[in-house]
């Protein structure tokens, strides 16, 4: 293994593709189609405090994930964009539950609403600059968008640079967008590689492997609601790897420090 950094990464558990997907959904469910009738911002650190009465009257059309980057369109050309970062929180609700403390956007009509707060971005843009935002842009291709292709997805991963640790490389939202810590460490736990191999080293069933479970993992949590976690964190409790009986090892990975899990007896 290569040397990894001194000390384990303190950051919480950061919202993934899925839970951008999965919030875009229920957004779609509960107002999509609809005239708001509320739109507030009554937090003044919200960055929309001043702002938020745009969208008044608006109707909502959809909303749509591309990694963990979320739009949310209207009809008055405007868009929505958010990005949770480590902390934000979306809550929506259908049944006419209220929102919680000050949040940072409330969009409401009837009983539906859908709030946020905190986050990384959460800014209104016209509609144009939304489908030409550099940071959507820039990202990979996103496993639980309409069209995606496996099998160009695992030749990228091939073509990254030879050098990086794969488990590093899958971190970088250019690469392939939505995969987080949690369904990286599935992913190459499903397919047997260990998050230290170059990716130099890697073979094309191996590329291959990665970008299915990768996908499986994303698709189970939209699923079931929660992200399957058969190694995450297994360690802390002691217990062997569930496929070989092999110890579980833990630690920073990346440029960020990312906690990494691995089983040094099968991920080889």
Not at 117 to 135: E, F, H, M, Q, T
Not at 202 to 218: D, K, Q
Request: hydrophobic share 40%; proline share 6%; net charge positive.
């Amino acid at each position: 293994m290569a040397n990894a950094p001194a000390s384990l990464s303190n950051l919480a558990p950061m919202p993934e593709g899925d839970t951008i997907h999965r919030i875009s959904r229920r957004i779609n469910a509960a107002l999509a189609g609809r005239r708001l009738d509320r739109a507030i911002a009554p937090n003044p650190r919200s960055p929309l405090h001043r702002r938020a009465a745009e969208l008044e009257s608006a109707t909502l059309t959809g909303s749509e994930a591309f990694g963990k980057h979320l739009l949310v369109h209207f009809d008055n050309d405007r868009a929505l964009h958010s990005h949770l970062g480590m902390n934000g929180r979306w809550r929506i609700s259908a049944d006419g539950s209220k929102a919680f403390g000050k949040p940072w956007l409330l969009l409401g009509s009837g009983v539906a609403e859908a709030h946020v707060s905190g986050g990384k971005i959460l800014r209104l843009v016209s509609a144009a600059k939304a489908r030409n935002d550099p940071s959507i842009a820039a990202l990979g291709p996103d496993p639980l968008r309409a069209g995606f292709d496996e099998a160009a997805a695992a030749a990228r991963i091939l073509g990254w640079e030879p050098s990086e640790r794969i488990g590093a490389a899958l971190l970088d939202q250019s690469l392939l967008a939505g995969i987080g810590n949690v369904i990286r460490i599935e992913a190459l736990w499903l397919a047997e590689v260990s998050p230290w191999r170059p990716i130099a080293e890697l073979r094309e069933p191996e590329a291959a492997a990665l970008v299915t479970h990768s996908r499986w993992v994303m698709e189970t949590a939209i699923a079931k609601g929660r992200r399957p976690k058969q190694i995450y964190g297994r360690n802390l409790a002691r217990r062997p790897c569930p496929r070989c009986g092999g110890r579980i090892r833990s630690h920073g990975q990346g440029d960020d420090n990312r906690i990494t899990y691995w089983c040094e007896g099968c991920q080889l």
